[in-house]
Each structure stands twice: as structure tokens, then as C-alpha cells.
């Protein structure tokens, strides 16, 4: 059996376009899916499938909320002051999570500023998310994708595929470490409160996220298209208390072929891999299989097998701790 451990709906998605081509593609009910959230046009989408009963009966499509940190800048810790202006806000919260990308280019802010859009306040994001959780069909829900982006350039439309902006091109700024990391904790501590697993994206700054998972209470992780050192991968396993998962894609650790990186890692963790594609599930359409696949065929020419990669996802879906998760019973009997 083939799955997914980690597809998106692709940054373009709209109501219309969800409609035209994701809602009957999520009613197959023989492909396990684990489907993300990144930011606030996204959740949307997840909040009309948390919504639609045909789909939810499907037990093989598991939901995610979280928000990536190329999308942490929208969201704001401050509040605004009594009589602010809409645009003091903005530039107040905006000043203060982005920082030049090169200290050495001269830029400014303020054209970013024209097409940023007014912050969303983290708190009650996370309330509403809590709620979500609690809510009968909360066991199908899990954290992502979170995580930390040390290179990531926000776009001169503000945000990547930003709906009312046409502007192309990346600006000379990026999202601070601190307010990333202020995010991300936010959704650690979610995960944490409900025993969820969390889909954690890392670009750079391994050595911080190691430190910050080794010193949260979270338990369940899947670092997803890992690009991490082996090192690395090797120390995340061996934390006590915790289930470290590595999420392999084709577009990023087959990028160049099969590496000897590659080659050294994949045996390394082998009971520990899930497969994932990383697609947006309405741009990959009916070729889903195939990204997943491609995937597929590649750990098999470092010595991984289908059952390997299936009975991981059993493991992973079911919880390793059986009496703490609520969708135990359910989801393995739905595989039987
Ligand atoms: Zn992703």
C-alpha cells in the first residue's frame, strides 16, 4: 500500500479550485493521506473538509493545522493600542519580526508594508485551533507544518502567491529567528496539550531545532523532507521520551540523484522513514501515485522495501503509545 505523509494544497488554492479539484479526489478511500496547513488561505480549505461529513467518513485523510514559517511574519504577539491606526499597527508589528536578508543592500520596508496585509493575532488563532482539537473528529487532526526557515526571503508580493498581489520576485527581507521560534512554539505547546504529532519543517538551524525539541515536552515528530546531516538525524532519534520520524521526499533528498549522503542516512533510519511528496495535492491531481512512487523506488535502491515503508506509517498513524491515543483503534482497524 502506498501513502502520503505530507502534501499541501498548493499556496494558489482557492474555494473555486478546491471545489473543481480536491473535494472528490479526497473521497478515495484506499490512499492514506496526511494533508498540511500553512497559513491563513489554506485553513480555510481545511476548515470546509473539517466541515464535510463525506469527506471525513473517509478515515484514510488526516488533517493538520499549524503555520509554516515562511507564513510566521502574518501573525502577530502585539496588540493594537487604543485609537491605532490600521496602518501604525501594521508597520509597528512588521518592524519588528522582519530584518534584512543582506545587511549589505540598502532596501527599505515600506514598499513591503504597502502589500503586507494587516497581522493576525497569534492568540486567537491558537484558541480556534484548540477548539478544533477538541472537537469529536479532533482525533484525526495533528500539528503542521510548523518548523524554522534560517534562509527563507519573504516575496515582494508579501507572502508566496499572495492572492491580491501580482508583484514577482523575492525582497531583501526575511522573518527574525525569535518571532519564528515564537510561533513555532506555540504550536509545540498545542501538540503537547493534545499528544498530536507535529510535521516540523527545518531549513538550516538544526542545532537550534535539536535544542528546542530536546527541551519541550513533545513527543511525536516528523522532521519532514529531512535535510539535516546524518549527525543530526542520528541524535534527534536517540532522544529519550521522543518518536522521531524523517519524512523523504523526491524534490528535496533526491534532488541530486541518490547522494552518498543519501546512501549513508537511509539504512540509518530505516524503521523511522515515511514517505511524502511535499505537492500540492490539487496541482499533483490524478499523477499523486506517481509522485509517490518515484519516491518509492528510490529507497528501494538503498535497501528499502514497500512493507518497510508501509508498516512505518501503521506505527506512525497509530501512536506508539497505544493508550494515549484516541485514534488508535480506528485507524488500524481501517487498514485491516
Ligand atoms: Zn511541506
Known amino acids: 500500500m502506498r501513502y502520503d505523509s505530507h502534501c499541501h494544497l498548493s499556496p494558489e488554492i482557492n474555494e473555486k479550485l478546491y471545489h473543481d479539484s480536491v473535494r472528490e479526489y479526497l473521497r478515495i478511500k484506499d490512499f492514506p493521506i496526511n494533508l498540511m496547513m500553512t497559513n491563513h488561505i489554506d485553513e480555510n480549505i481545511i476548515r470546509l473538509i473539517l466541515q464535510d461529513d463525506n469527506i471525513l467518513e473517509n478515515e484514510c485523510i ?19 493600542y487604543v485609537g491605532e491606526t490600521s496602518e501604525s499597527f501594521k508597520k509597528r508589528h512588521y518592524e519588528s519580526v522582519l530584518e534584512k536578508y543582506s545587511k549589505k543592500i540598502n532596501s527599505s520596508i515600506d514598499a513591503l508594508l504597502e502589500v503586507l496585509p494587516e497581522p ?23 500539528i503542521g507544518e510548523i518548523g524554522l526557515d534560517k534562509f527563507a526571503r ?10 491580491v498581489v501580482s508583484t514577482t520576485g523575492l525582497s531583501n527581507y526575511k522573518v527574525t529567528m525569535s518571532h519564528q521560534i515564537q510561533i513555532f512554539e506555540q504550536f509545540l505547546e498545542l501538540a503537547i496539550q493534545f499528544n498530536k504529532s507535529c510535521s516540523i519543517h527545518c531549513v538550516g538551524g538544526y542545532g537550534l531545532m535539536y535544542d528546542i525539541i530536546k527541551q519541550s515536552k513533545v513527543t511525536r515528530i516528523v522532521m519532514h523532507s529531512y535535510s539535516g546531516s546524518v549527525d543530526s538525524a542520528l541524535m534527534l532519534r536517540k532522544l529519550p521520551g521522543k518518536n522521531v520520524w524523517f519524512g523523504i521526499s523526491d524534490f528535496v533528498n533526491f534532488c541530486n540523484g541518490i547522494s552518498d549522503k543519501v546512501k549513508e542516512l537511509i539504512p ?8 511524502e511528496t511535499d505537492f500540492g495535492i490539487d496541482k499533483m491531481g490524478n499523477d499523486h501515485f506517481e509522485y509517490v512512487d518515484e519516491v518509492i523506488t528510490k529507497l528501494s535502491k538503498v535497501g528499502i522495501d514497500l512493507d518497510n515503508l508501509w508498516q512505518n506509517w501503521l506505527l506512525f498513524c497509530d501512536g506508539e503509545d497505544k493508550n494515549n491515543n484516541p485514534g488508535y483503534k480506528t485507524y488500524t482497524q481501517s487498514y485491516k
Do not use: M, Q
Open 62 to 80: 488526516r488533517l493538520n493545522v499549524g503555520i509554516h514559517p515562511w507564513f510566521s511574519h502574518l501573525y502577530t504577539f502585539l496588540k493594537k
Open 120 to 142: 493576525i493575532p497569534i492568540s486567537k488563532k491558537i484558541a480556534e485551533f484548540n477548539k478544533l482539537i477538541s472537537l469529536s473528529f479532533g482525533n484525526r487532526i495533528n
Open 154 to 163: 519573504i516575496p515582494l508580493s508579501g507572502y508566496l502567491c499572495n492572492p
Open 268 to 275: 540509518l533510519i530505516s524503521d523511522r522513514i515515511l514517505v
